[in-house]
Structure formats: structure tokens, C-alpha cells
């Protein structure tokens, strides 16, 4: 158990240092304007367009870092600071999101994988540690009831941690994808294209992170079922 508290205390403070990372270099590139002065929007809707993507909806939502494509309304919501700026970070962000929006119309498989996990997902969020805490306390008290509660959280929690790697590749294509398109656009050139990359990267590694701490979760829970059983 103290194993487990040490790489999860490890897993915290590496995820912090990739957070404060990604915050640290979006500031930075949000600072560096695109010569063309196209704004988040504008990259979106103008890859979209050369895609032959026509059905989906670029719309500006609250908050800093909130950008996200949602398959099922078919829209692209960029943040406050990327719809309408038209710097190296907004423009990254953006063709990043839209890259979702084509893998979704040429039917990616990873993306259709995680999508159809969302409806599981959403529910184990809301019912996993009630079980794997609930499991725990009722074996506590001699109750084998316990142990059917827990293998159903760890189970649940399994879904979550299968969720966290399909994630990966989904990410990393959106990122591909963007910046192979950025780069044949004429949206970045030689001068701000490695920042384009490096905005991206730093994002990829929350997506790594989170993984890799979901897997140590699920092991440490699923080692107390495995213990308790025997």
C-alpha cells in the first residue's frame, strides 16, 4: 500500500508540473500573433471548409482552455482566448479541435471506440468510488457482500482507465492532423510553426499523465480485491 501512495503522490505532482507546463506555454504563445491575423474561429471554420466539412458549428464558450468537439451536435467550442485571438496558440488549439471534427467524419476508429464508451464512462464517473470505498468498508466488517460491491467498482473503474488510454491516440491524431494542415495551409511557417508543436505537445502530455495515473489507481484497487479474495 505505501508503493501505491508514493507513485500516486509522484503521479500528482508530475501532473501538476504538466498542467502548470501547458498554462505556462499557452500564456507564452498567446502572446505571439499569427501574420496572417486569422483567429481561432477563422482557422477552424477555414479547415473545416477545405476538408469538406459542412454540417459542423464553430461557437465560442466561457473559460480558458475549454475547448472541446462534441460528435454528437457536430460543434466546435473554442475558449475565450482562442475563438477571437489570432495568435500561434489559438490557431494550434483550434485546428487541433477541428482535427476531432475530421476524424469524426472520416469515421476514425479510435475516436468511434471512445465514443462509444462515453455512455459507461459517464456512469462509472458518477457510481465508481461509491463502490470501490463501499466494497472496502462492508469487507472491513466481515460482510462477503463486500467483495461483489468492490470487483463491480474495480470493473467500473477498468472501464474508466481503458477510457483514459483510447483517449491517447485520439488526441495525438487530432494533434497530427492540425499541424500537418497548419503547415500545408500557409496558417504557420518557419517562424512559428516549432510553436505551433510545442503548444500542442505540452497538451498531449496531460492526455499521458492522467493515463498512467488512472492505471496505477485501477492496479491498486484491483491488488486489494485480489488480496481480499484470497
Known amino acids: 500500500m505505501s508503493g501505491y501512495w508514493i507513485l500516486a503522490i509522484g503521479i500528482a505532482a508530475v501532473s501538476w508540473l504538466v498542467q502548470w507546463n501547458l498554462k505556462r506555454k499557452f500564456d507564452k504563445y498567446s502572446k505571439i500573433p499569427m501574420g496572417n491575423g486569422m483567429t481561432g474561429k477563422d482557422v477552424a471554420e477555414m479547415m473545416l471548409r477545405e476538408n469538406g466539412i459542412t454540417n459542423v458549428q464553430v461557437r465560442a464558450v466561457n ?94 473503474y477498468g472501464m474508466l482507465t481503458l477510457f483514459s488510454f483510447i483517449t491517447l491516440p485520439v488526441e495525438i491524431d487530432a494533434s497530427k492532423r492540425a499541424l500537418a494542415w497548419l503547415n500545408s495551409a500557409g496558417i504557420t511557417n518557419s517562424q512559428n510553426d516549432a510553436a505551433a508543436k510545442d503548444a500542442l505537445k505540452a497538451a498531449a502530455y496531460t492526455y499521458v499523465v492522467a493515463a498512467i495515473g488512472s492505471l496505477v489507481t485501477f492496479l491498486y484497487y484491483l491488488s486489494i480485491l485480489l488480496g481480499r479474495r484470497n
Not at 465508481?128 to 466488517?141: A, D, E, P, R, S
Open 63 to 156: 473559460g480558458t482552455l475549454t475547448d472541446h468537439y462534441n460528435p454528437t451536435d457536430h460543434t466546435i467550442s473554442l475558449s475565450e482566448p482562442v475563438y477571437a485571438s489570432n495568435s500561434v496558440a489559438a490557431a494550434a488549439v483550434a485546428a487541433h479541435e477541428t482535427g476531432h471534427a475530421i476524424q469524426h467524419a472520416k469515421a476514425y476508429g479510435p475516436l468511434k471506440m471512445r465514443s462509444s464508451l462515453v455512455p459507461v464512462v459517464s456512469f462509472s464517473n458518477k457510481w465508481v468510488m461509491w463502490l470501490l470505498i463501499g466494497g472496502i468498508v462492508l469487507m472491513g466488517n466481515g460482510l462477503k457482500l463486500g467483495w461483489t460491491v468492490l470487483a463491480i467498482g474495480v470493473g467500473l
